[in-house]
């Protein structure tokens, strides 16, 4: 039986009707055609699936669709502004990060969610975060150079703000 | 995989829904193990009961009289960036830093990992060691054990069907007391443990071990705790070849299995190495808690 959800997508509030067992994941890539976030493993061992969660980055194959109700969800379409790409993206391409492509969606949603918490991660802070990103192709050290300069490039373009450590 | 879904406002609500359900039905806080068993079919429930909207279950509270109070819903993200959970539970915050990935460790409870009562479990092993306990509730009222004496098997624990983990207390640390927690797996991150201890440490002005507890995860169906090992230790300085002692006395009370991530006598080797650092760790953050 499905029941009614609403939650704001990318900034835009949308309604979709779904079975209460239905990840999140499922909605948004069969219900609202939003397919960046990847259904890897589905069982939340890959993260390419990552998605932020009220800011918060979550494997969205282990959350059902109605614990995103009333909440913001934002995915990889979601994390450029228009036709500019963010700083994230364009370093992921300039530095080599891409190469698949398969894990990009969640390492670049995850890497956007480190820079929130830390704008000036160190190498070991990026690795430690980014350690749920499988990537197959194993291109690990171009992306955390792409971390690093996006964090350099957004630092430079924005007011210093306090860190904040967590890792 | 089509089950229902309870949606529960209100703690009586949640553990009204629970009791009526019985055993078709189960609790469901971070998913991250339950999803996966509800996916893979190794069990079938008509529905599940999503606690996570209760209020109240997922909050953290640091008393320095009382303790740590640790709502069951609350993440290993949020524990191992509590800085009272890093000052005062350095174990515990070690043992939630290594589950998972942060993406996981954002949807991830401390009661669900406890509940899902696997032998790696990562929170185990500090919660015995730091002498834990847990608060049990159910429709026909609330009970509290250590969480030592929770945990019974693989996959099993004391909770009958209606009960639910609400909140774990950690008392406050006495003075002079130091914990840590370590735990070994093939791969740095993304792994469960093959081996693991915590330890808490009691020291006198006169640095002799007054009370310690050293607890052994993944190498036994529940965590272990070392008797051997504490009674070694206990009433002694804490020399290097004493903690040599304690890792052989470790090493040897551990009852590993031998599976695809370790042997059994890979797992005991490394039981010995850990015991000696982790005791060494808690001891030394002891000595520095009484300066």
Not at chain 1, 96 to 102: F, H, K, M, R, T
Not at chain 2, 179 to 205: C, E, H, K, Q
Not at chain 2, 223 to 239: C, H, I, Q, V, Y
Request: charged share 20%; hydrophobic share 40%; proline share 6%.
């Amino acid at each position: 039986m499905e029941r009614s959800y609403e939650f704001t997508v990318n900034g835009t509030t949308r309604k979709v009707s779904a079975a209460p067992h239905e990840t999140l994941l499922d909605t948004l890539r069969d219900r609202l055609n939003l397919t960046g976030a990847k259904k890897g493993c589905n069982e939340g061992e890959c993260a390419s699936c990552t998605v932020l969660l009220n800011g918060i980055p979550v494997n969205s194959c282990l959350v059902l669709v109605g614990d995103a109700a009333g909440k913001s969800v934002v995915t990889i379409e979601g994390i450029s502004t228009g036709s500019t790409p963010h700083p994230m993206q364009k370093a992921f391409v300039e530095m080599g990060g891409v190469q698949c492509g398969y894990c990009t969606p969640g390492m670049i949603v995850s890497a956007c969610a480190l820079l929130g918490e830390q704008p000036n991660p160190t190498s070991d802070d990026i690795k430690f975060y980014l350690a749920g990103n499988i990537c197959r192709c194993t291109g690990y050290n171009k992306i955390v150079a792409a971390v690093q300069s996006a964090a350099r490039e957004v630092l430079a373009t924005t007011e210093p703000t306090p860190m904040r450590r967590i890792a | 995989m089509s089950f229902s879904v309870h949606e529960p406002a209100t703690l009586s609500e949640a553990l009204a829904v629970l009791k009526d359900e019985g055993d078709a039905t189960a609790p469901l806080a971070g998913g991250t193990d339950l999803l996966l068993r509800i996916r893979r079919r190794a069990r079938k429930y008509r529905s599940v009961v999503n606690i996570k909207f209760v209020p109240g279950l997922n909050e953290l509270h640091w008393d320095a009289r009382t303790g740590l109070t640790i709502g069951a819903l609350t993440t290993f993200r949020a524990i191992e960036t509590h800085d009272s959970v890093r000052a005062h539970f350095p174990a515990l915050a070690e043992a939630a830093r290594v589950v998972a990935g942060v993406q996981l460790r954002n949807l991830a409870t401390i009661g669900g990992n406890l509940g899902n009562a696997s032998p790696s479990a990562d929170s185990a092993p500090p919660l015995v060691a730091l002498n834990a306990t847990i608060e049990i509730a159910s429709a026909a009222g609330t009970r509290r054990m250590p969480v030592e004496r929770c945990l019974t098997g693989p996959g099993r624990t004391v909770l009958t069907p209606g009960e639910i983990f609400t909140s774990i207390l950690i008392p406050a640390p006495s003075p002079r007391s130091g914990n840590a927690y370590a735990r070994f797996s093939p791969r740095s991150a993304m792994d469960i443990g093959i081996a693991s201890v915590a330890a808490s440490i009691t020291l006198d002005a006169d640095r002799r071990c007054t009370s310690c507890r050293i607890v052994l995860g993944a190498v036994a169906p529940v965590p272990l705790r070392s008797g051997m090992a504490e009674g070694a230790l206990e009433g002694e300085r804490l020399t290097p070849a004493l903690l040599e002692q304690a890792g052989e006395l470790a090493a040897q009370a551990a009852r590993p299995i031998s599976d695809i991530r370790g042997s059994a006598d890979y797992r005991r080797a490394i039981v010995r190495v850990l015991t000696t650092r982790v005791v060494a760790l808690a001891a030394s953050r002891a000595e520095r808690m009484a300066l």
